[in-house]
């Protein structure tokens, strides 16, 4: 069984930088397309950043810009590099899988792996 932990989360400041790690365990992940969502306090889960096996990539509006997507298959391991952060990006983070499709998945349905989360708190 494939088990996602993110990592990386912490308090900052408003303009910094934070590099949130998924990393996998179980089986390799090089098929998966994976993906980034967030969910702010009271608000529903909305999705950030995915990446597909073959690196393509998709971004929410709201990061696109600030925020990279990215994968090493040999560490099986997903990066959501976070920079120019702000308040409105405080939210806990969450890393999903899509175990069968190549999609570049946007919704939550998409996935059918998460991972625990991480805080990501950003002071203005």
């Known amino acids: 069984q494939v088990q996602l932990v993110e990592s990386g989360g912490g308090l900052v400041q408003a303009g910094d930088s934070l590099r949130l790690s998924c990393a996998a365990s179980g089986r390799t992940i090089s098929t998966y397309s994976m993906g980034w969502f967030r969910q702010a306090p009271g608000k529903e889960r909305e999705f950030v950043a995915a990446i597909n096996w073959g690196s393509g990539t998709g971004y929410a509006e709201s990061v696109k810009g600030r925020f990279t997507i990215s994968r090493d298959n040999a560490k099986n391991t997903v990066w959501l590099q976070m920079n120019s952060l702000k308040p409105e990006d405080t939210a806990v983070y969450y890393c999903?899988?899509?175990?069968?499709?190549?999609?570049?998945?946007?919704?939550?349905?998409?996935?059918?792996?998460w991972g625990q989360g991480t805080q990501v708190t950003v002071s203005s």
């Open positions: 999903a899988a899509d175990r069968f499709t190549s999609r570049v998945g946007i919704r939550e349905k998409d996935y059918d792996l």
